[in-house]
């Protein structure tokens, strides 16, 4: 039972590439999310989904998107990495109220 | 939009010393959550709150929701060099349980 994996755990993109993080969880869990995380600014939510196939905008969605064709698995894209995606990218479930939270993914965009 | 705001953002204490990170609302919640975040880690849950002038303890760790229920504490008595750590409180996004915003955060620093 892993709970929420997220991969890959550390990534360093230049300026203008792209990329896709995965985040899956055994958990059986509707609700999905990806957060961003940034010194000094707490945890902002960037789209989330309610279930499969399904997905939402949040807090900060700019230059990201998402999908969730299976139940297990949320991917986050990036299609034109930006310094300013410079974070920590952590994935969570839920099936109520409760976040469970991945182990993240450090991205460094160059 | 709903704000969370969370004081002191940073607190140092010697081990043994008292700690306690205050929770403010701008709106009145359904509920309450708080989460710890270890240095290098993730943020793991620790406690929901729901009803007015809740209190609920974990070991050293004191939560109340206020009667208002648009603030909250965490108190942690005599800290030890394992509480070190962001400690976050959250509350429903938009009227919804499901969504959560966050408050920035505490970050507690241990002495030993």
């Known amino acids: 039972n892993a709970g929420v994996t997220q991969t890959p755990k550390f990534r360093v993109l230049k300026t203008g590439q792209s990329m896709t993080l995965l985040c899956a969880q055994d958990?059986?869990?509707?609700?999905m999310y990806w957060y961003r995380q940034d010194p000094g600014m707490g945890l902002r939510l960037i789209h989330y989904s309610v279930g499969e196939g399904t997905t939402a905008k949040g807090e900060v969605p700019d230059g990201y998107n998402v999908s969730r064709l299976k139940k297990q698995n949320f991917l986050l894209g990036l299609e034109s990495a930006a310094p300013s995606q410079t974070s920590v990218y952590f994935c969570?479930?839920?099936?109520?109220?409760?976040?469970?939270f991945g182990p993240g993914t450090r991205l460094l965009v160059l | 939009g709903q704000q969370v705001m969370q004081i002191p953002q940073y607190q140092h204490v010697q081990e043994g010393e008292d700690f306690t990170t205050y929770c403010n609302s701008s709106?009145?919640?359904?509920?309450i959550q708080w989460y710890k975040q270890r240095p290098g880690g993730h943020p793991v849950f620790l406690i929901q709150?729901?009803?007015?002038?809740e209190v609920k303890k974990q070991k050293r760790l004191t939560f109340q929701f206020g009667e208002a229920k648009k603030n909250s504490s965490l108190h942690i008595t005599a800290t030890q060099t394992t509480d070190v750590g962001t400690y976050f409180c959250?509350?429903?996004?938009?009227?919804?349980?499901?969504?959560?915003?966050f408050g920035k955060g505490t970050l507690l620093t241990v002495n030993p």
């Open positions: 709106t009145t919640l359904s509920n």
């Open positions: 958990m059986n869990h509707e609700y």
């Open positions: 969570a479930t839920s099936r109520s109220e409760t976040q469970y």
């Open positions: 709150l729901v009803k007015s002038g």
């Open positions: 959250a509350g429903p996004r938009g009227g919804s349980n499901y969504k959560l915003t």
